[in-house]
């Protein structure tokens, strides 16, 4: 079996944003997402505060990878976010690295059969944004 090896984009994402810097954020990442089957690690290793705008970031991103086939996967996640992620069951949706290079050699990797990964992969962004919205009670 041959695996073929894919570009994979790695954006740094700013220590906090708000929804304006969110939007501009995810439209620099277009040219990424138009990619058949994009490969995006998102570095989290600045973000100092993990709120409803990066929490709806991050959403976002993985639902337009995953409506082109790809996927997303999140490095250097400091604890503060990882508690967020947790809390709000996002943390389910994306496999975390502790560094970006482990992020970009995962995606040469077959992957991983495993049931809590190929379950989520497959799951809708409107599922995982309403279990956002029902942990936190928020609106986006």
């Given amino acids: 079996m041959t695996f073929r090896i894919r570009a994979v984009a790695v954006k740094q994402l700013p220590e906090s944003m708000n929804a304006k810097q969110g939007r501009l954020f995810f439209s620099e990442?277009?040219?990424s997402m138009n990619a058949d089957r994009p490969c995006l690690v998102l570095d989290c290793s600045r973000v100092r505060k993990m709120d409803r705008s990066a929490v709806h970031?991050?959403?976002?991103?993985?639902?337009?990878?995953?409506?082109?086939?790809?996927?997303?996967?999140?490095?250097?996640?400091?604890?503060?976010?990882?508690?967020?992620?947790e809390f709000t069951g996002i943390d389910r949706l994306f496999e975390v690295f502790d560094t970006t290079d482990d992020a970009v050699s995962s995606f040469s990797r077959p992957p991983i059969e495993t049931v809590s990964h190929v379950g989520v992969a497959h799951s809708s962004h409107r599922t995982a944004e309403s279990a956002a919205k029902t942990a936190l009670g928020w609106s986006f």
């Fill in 57 to 85: 970031l991050l959403l976002c991103c993985l639902e337009e990878a995953l409506k082109r086939n790809g996927d997303v996967k999140l490095a250097g996640v400091p604890a503060g976010a990882t508690a967020v992620l």
């Fill in 29 to 31: 990442l277009e040219s």
